[in-house]
């Protein structure tokens, strides 16, 4: 009786030893990407801004601008709806969008254009050499395309990242993700995992 007691206590304390299995994650799960790291821009209100000013948060990034026809506008209002959804963890949420228009998005443009879809929201943007930088550090494709009563559209890639509370880059959010797949894993990483 008592080996089976010493036994049981053994695969007991070896169970509780086995590592937590990583979370299913409805969005891609890209932890441990080797880019993405780096981002140095000026946000709406003139203030110079890092990933690192997030820290203890979730951050969803998104790329754009602010003349988009479609993507865009469509991501945000996505973006609004998920932190709505959230509740009280909305506001351990921040989405930053970054402008890969610096010659039409200026920071008043962005001011009257990001904060529209949630107060919260901050827009981000630089000259065109940063914003460069800041696409390739984070794989964003975007190309200039005339176009008639615009003058020019860009094309662009348009999926989002999102970033734990410590700042680590976890998800790649396609652009047709629904708003209860980017809530469940942003429930995942507030919590920890």
């Given amino acids: ?5 010493i036994v049981l206590a053994c695969l007991g304390a070896l169970l509780a030893c086995t590592p937590e299995a990583p979370p299913q994650m409805r969005n891609s799960d890209i932890t441990g990407a080797d880019f993405g790291r780096r981002l140095a821009l000026t946000d ?12 203890g948060q979730a951050v969803i990034l998104f790329f754009g601008y602010t003349a988009c026809p479609d993507v865009c506008p469509t991501a945000l209002a996505k973006f609004a709806a998920t932190r709505k959804q959230l509740g009280d963890d909305a506001a351990r949420v ?29 827009g981000l943007y630089g000259d065109a050499a940063a914003t460069a930088a800041a696409a390739r550090e984070f794989k ?4 200039r395309q005339a176009s008639g009563g615009l003058g020019y559209v860009l094309d662009h890639s348009a999926g989002a990242y999102v970033f734990d509370p410590a700042g680590r880059l976890r998800l790649y959010v396609r652009d047709d993700a629904p708003v209860d797949a980017i809530v469940a894993d942003l429930k995942v990483l ?3 995992r």
């Fill in 140 to 143: 964003i494709v975007y190309t």
């Fill in 44 to 55: 709406h209100t003139g203030k110079a801004r890092t990933l690192e000013d997030f820290r």
């Fill in 1 to 5: 009786m008592l080996r089976k007691v």
């Fill in 94 to 122: 921040q989405v930053l969008f970054v402008t890969l228009d610096p010659e039409r998005d200026t920071p008043a443009q962005l001011a009257a254009y990001v904060p529209w879809f949630d107060p919260s929201f901050i």
């Fill in 190 to 192: 507030l919590a920890g």
